[in-house]
Protein backbone atom coordinates (compact mmCIF):
# COMPACT_ATOMS: atom_id res chain seq x y z
CA UNK A 1 0.00 0.00 0.00
CA UNK A 2 1.07 3.57 -0.85
CA UNK A 3 2.30 6.39 1.78
CA UNK A 4 -0.67 8.95 2.73
CA UNK A 5 0.43 12.12 0.68
CA UNK A 6 0.98 15.02 2.96
CA UNK A 7 -0.59 17.58 0.11
CA UNK A 8 -3.17 15.09 -0.10
CA UNK A 9 -4.11 13.61 3.23
CA UNK A 10 -7.39 13.96 3.57
CA UNK A 11 -8.46 11.79 0.09
CA UNK A 12 -5.76 9.51 0.81
CA UNK A 13 -7.09 8.38 4.13
CA UNK A 14 -10.52 8.76 3.18
CA UNK A 15 -9.53 5.62 0.46
CA UNK A 16 -11.29 2.15 1.13
CA UNK A 17 -7.86 0.18 1.83
CA UNK A 18 -6.77 2.56 4.07
CA UNK A 19 -10.37 3.00 5.67
CA UNK A 20 -10.06 -0.63 6.22
CA UNK A 21 -6.12 -0.59 7.64
CA UNK A 22 -7.30 1.99 10.36
CA UNK A 23 -10.59 -0.10 11.68
CA UNK A 24 -8.18 -3.33 11.94
CA UNK A 25 -5.33 -1.21 13.85
CA UNK A 26 -6.81 1.30 15.54
CA UNK A 27 -8.06 -0.32 19.01
CA UNK A 28 -4.31 -1.43 18.90
CA UNK A 29 -3.08 2.17 19.21
CA UNK A 30 -1.21 2.76 22.21
CA UNK A 31 -0.97 5.48 24.81
CA UNK A 32 1.82 6.02 27.17
CA UNK A 33 1.22 8.23 30.75
CA UNK A 34 1.73 11.89 30.52
CA UNK A 35 5.09 13.15 31.83
CA UNK A 36 5.84 17.28 32.28
CA UNK A 37 8.76 19.43 32.27
CA UNK A 38 8.24 23.16 33.90
CA UNK A 39 6.08 24.59 30.77
CA UNK A 40 4.27 21.62 28.90
CA UNK A 41 3.10 18.01 29.76
CA UNK A 42 4.32 15.12 27.05
CA UNK A 43 2.91 11.89 26.26
CA UNK A 44 3.34 9.19 23.34
CA UNK A 45 1.89 7.46 21.18
CA UNK A 46 2.47 3.88 19.23
CA UNK A 47 1.07 2.97 16.26
CA UNK A 48 1.09 -1.00 15.00
CA UNK A 49 3.96 -0.88 12.96
CA UNK A 50 1.21 -1.80 9.77
CA UNK A 51 -0.48 1.53 10.41
CA UNK A 52 2.52 3.78 10.95
CA UNK A 53 3.99 2.26 7.20
CA UNK A 54 1.43 4.29 5.52
CA UNK A 55 1.88 7.53 7.21
CA UNK A 56 4.22 10.11 5.39
CA UNK A 57 7.97 10.07 6.68
CA UNK A 58 9.11 12.99 8.39
CA UNK A 59 5.72 14.88 8.55
CA UNK A 60 3.90 16.26 11.57
CA UNK A 61 0.39 15.58 11.73
CA UNK A 62 -2.08 18.46 12.99
CA UNK A 63 -4.97 17.10 15.21
CA UNK A 64 -7.60 17.14 12.55
CA UNK A 65 -4.95 14.72 11.12
CA UNK A 66 -4.01 12.37 13.45
CA UNK A 67 -7.60 12.23 14.53
CA UNK A 68 -8.41 10.74 11.19
CA UNK A 69 -5.86 7.71 11.27
CA UNK A 70 -7.36 6.91 14.78
CA UNK A 71 -5.95 8.58 17.24
CA UNK A 72 -7.55 9.37 20.46
CA UNK A 73 -7.17 11.42 22.91
CA UNK A 74 -8.04 15.12 24.66
CA UNK A 75 -8.11 18.49 22.88
CA UNK A 76 -4.66 20.73 22.59
CA UNK A 77 -2.31 18.07 21.46
CA UNK A 78 0.60 18.69 19.08
CA UNK A 79 1.91 16.11 17.13
CA UNK A 80 5.76 17.51 17.52
CA UNK A 81 8.06 15.01 16.62
CA UNK A 82 8.50 11.28 15.55
CA UNK A 83 10.80 9.14 17.66
CA UNK A 84 13.72 8.60 15.04
CA UNK A 85 14.62 5.01 16.18
CA UNK A 86 10.86 3.97 16.24
CA UNK A 87 8.63 5.84 12.87
CA UNK A 88 5.90 3.82 14.54
CA UNK A 89 6.19 6.24 18.04
CA UNK A 90 4.91 9.58 17.98
CA UNK A 91 5.53 12.42 20.65
CA UNK A 92 2.68 14.76 21.84
CA UNK A 93 2.82 17.89 23.84
CA UNK A 94 0.44 20.67 25.21
CA UNK A 95 0.84 23.38 27.39
CA UNK A 96 0.90 22.46 30.91
CA UNK A 97 -2.45 23.00 32.45
CA UNK A 98 -4.09 23.06 29.00
CA UNK A 99 -7.91 24.31 28.94
CA UNK A 100 -9.55 23.90 26.18
CA UNK A 101 -12.33 27.08 24.68
CA UNK A 102 -15.01 27.19 26.22
CA UNK A 103 -18.06 26.83 23.73
CA UNK A 104 -20.85 29.43 23.27
CA UNK A 105 -24.14 28.92 23.00
Known amino acids: ????????????VAKEKVQQLIKQYASKIQYSEKYYDDVNEYRHVILPKELSKILPKNYLMTEK??????VQQSQGWEHYMWHRPDPHVLLY?????????QQRH
Open 1 to 12: MERISPDNFRND
Open 65 to 70: QWRMIG
Open 93 to 101: RRAKGYQPP
